[in-house]
């Protein structure tokens, strides 16, 4: 029995070629598939009984759901703090009648697609730059890479995969909704698009699209600065055989930096 996972932000282990039989991964070996790295999901394919239970089954070591008596799993790739057993599918395919397993749904190989999507944590930017000082009452700049389709694709065209396995075709599209941006000083900025580069020429300007202004220093902080956190949120569809497009649950790239922020004093 083999089963398929997907986890967020997790790096899981599995044996080399256990998921061979199954499905062609995007990449060549387990070792490369189960580093999820900057991705924000990563595909786990662990062998019969779960991670930990063997074939008798037990308890599986991700956050997919947990495994029962003789390796079958209740259907759960989590994501974003949604659960992705919502496809109403599940996620273990038995093997039988002569080693042939069953036809996969349409919201297993979308499972699939959503992984091939390789969505990317983005990479985030800003005035100061970290490490650098800034100034209570001055213009913050905040911007994510926005070249890079994998980090950022906004409606409507947003970004697709077709995947076909066993005679089921499913295209996956997943869309850039907003970036919210928690400051660390207690205030959340939110941003329908990835923001605009900084331009040096425009000194002391606020940004035209996402931005932000410190009333107060990182001073007290840890290591004196305030950690800032970008979240890129993703909304998903899928259609499948049927020709109907179903939602999926949203999904949640987030990236983290500081900021400095000291404060001007004039003595008269």
């Given at each position: 029995?083999?089963k ?44 019969a009984?779960?991670?930990?239970g ?21 259907p ?9 057993s ?86 996956a ?39 932000h ?55 008269n």
């Amino acid at each position: 029995m083999y089963k398929l996972r997907i986890l967020r932000g997790a790096a899981v282990s599995c044996a080399a070629g256990t998921f061979a039989a199954l499905l062609l991964l995007p990449t060549a070996s387990a070792d490369d598939v189960n580093n999820c790295g900057d991705l924000i999901i990563c595909i786990e394919i662990p062998g019969a009984g779960g991670s930990n239970g063997g074939s008798g089954g037990g308890a599986s070591s991700g956050s997919g759901g947990t495994t029962s008596g003789g390796g079958t799993a209740e259907p759960g790739f989590t994501q974003g703090g949604s659960d992705f057993s919502a496809l109403g599918a599940s996620t273990t395919t038995p093997v039988g009648n002569g080693g042939n397993p069953p036809p996969p749904t349409d919201a297993e190989v979308a499972a699939r697609a959503v992984a091939e999507l390789r969505l990317r944590k983005p990479t985030v930017h800003m005035t100061p730059e970290a490490g650098k000082l800034g100034l209570v009452g001055l213009p913050v700049w905040l911007w994510i890479d926005a070249d890079d389709p994998h980090q950022w694709s906004p409606p409507p065209e947003g970004i697709s995969k077709k995947v076909t396995y066993r005679e089921v075709t499913v295209t996956a599209t997943a869309f850039s909704s907003y970036v919210t941006w928690s400051m660390g000083d207690g205030t959340t900025v939110t941003c329908t698009d990835p923001g605009t580069k900084y331009d040096p020429l425009r000194k002391g300007a606020s940004s035209e699209t996402c931005g932000h202004q410190y009333k107060s220093t990182s001073m007290g902080k840890p290591n004196d600065r305030f950690t800032v956190t970008a979240t890129v949120h993703w909304s998903a569809n899928y259609v499948g055989n049927d020709g109907v497009v179903h939602a999926l649950p949203d999904m949640l790239g987030t990236t983290s930096t500081n900021a400095r922020i000291g404060e001007l004093q004039i003595i008269n």
